[in-house]
Antibody, heavy 120, light 106 residues
Framework: QVQLVESGGGVVQPGRSLRLSCAAS????????MHWVRQAPGTGLEWVAV????????YYRDSVKGRFTISRDNSKNTLYLQMNSLRPEDTGVYYC?????????????WGQGALVTVSS | SYELTQPPSVSVSPGQTARITCSGD??????ASWYQQKSGQAPVLVIY???KRPSGIPERFSGSSSGTMATLTISGAQVEDEADYYC?????????FGGGTKLTVL
């Protein structure tokens, strides 16, 4: 079965960087698009970024463009989110999610999330 | 920018039909999906392409879309259906999730 395990969360000061990883198993990783979705405490879901199956196309929400980079290593079945210039409003649980197909259709399966806290 | 609007809350008694709406200008051209998120858990896809149900999702969950509004219907809502529900529609860089609707079944 599909398994997605996020890691790399923690407490970081504003302006600093953090890299999240998502280890995937139970499906053919290189055949699917992958998403990052976050959720600030007590609020709704917020889509962050998507990368298509081969990494050739990436899309970001406006508020993270230029600061966050989504990438993938298909040889390691791993998705990444490099987060730079972090702000307090980036605080939340970050979920990785497998897309329905190879590109950018919809998140289908979700991990359990990694908590990122941006605070001085 | 593109937005999806949902009511903040819906409340029904067990066995009643719950309807949660999602409005957005692009919905006539884009499919809507629906996610259920129970407290402390990751979201689960319950409807995709407006009205299709993934395997394992109970038949009481259904979806429809007309014009600028998509609707999630839970026929005969159960206590275990109490959760937050989010609509989703693909857009390259804009907000993709609705604000969420808290469904109370009591």
């Amino acid at each position: 079965q599909v398994q997605l395990v996020e890691s790399g969360g923690g407490v970081v000061q504003p302006g600093r960087s953090l890299r999240l990883s998502c280890a995937a198993s139970g499906f053919i990783f290189h055949s699917y698009g992958m998403h990052w979705v976050r959720q600030a405490p007590g609020t709704g879901l917020e889509w962050v970024a998507v990368i298509v199956y081969d990494g050739s196309n990436k899309y970001y929400r406006d508020s993270v463009k230029g600061r966050f980079t989504i990438s993938r290593d298909n040889s390691k079945n791993t998705l990444y989110l490099q987060m730079n210039s972090l702000r307090p409003e980036d605080t939340g649980v970050y979920y990785c999610a497998k897309d329905w197909g190879p590109a950018d259709t919809r998140p289908e399966n979700w991990g359990q999330g990694a908590l990122v806290t941006v605070s001085s | 920018s593109y937005e999806l609007t949902q009511p903040p809350s819906v409340s029904v008694s067990p066995g009643q039909t719950a309807r949660i709406t999602c409005s957005g200008d692009a919905l006539p051209k884009k499919y809507a999906s629906w996610y259920q998120q129970k407290s402390g858990q990751a979201p689960v896809l319950v409807i995709y392409e407006d009205s299709k149900r993934p395997s394992g999702i109970p038949e009481r969950f259904s979806g429809s879309s007309s014009g600028t509004m998509a609707t999630l219907t839970i026929s005969g809502a159960q206590v275990e259906d109490e959760a937050d529900y989010y609509c989703y529609s693909t857009d390259s860089s804009a907000t993709r999730f609705g604000g969420g609707t808290k469904l109370t079944v009591l």
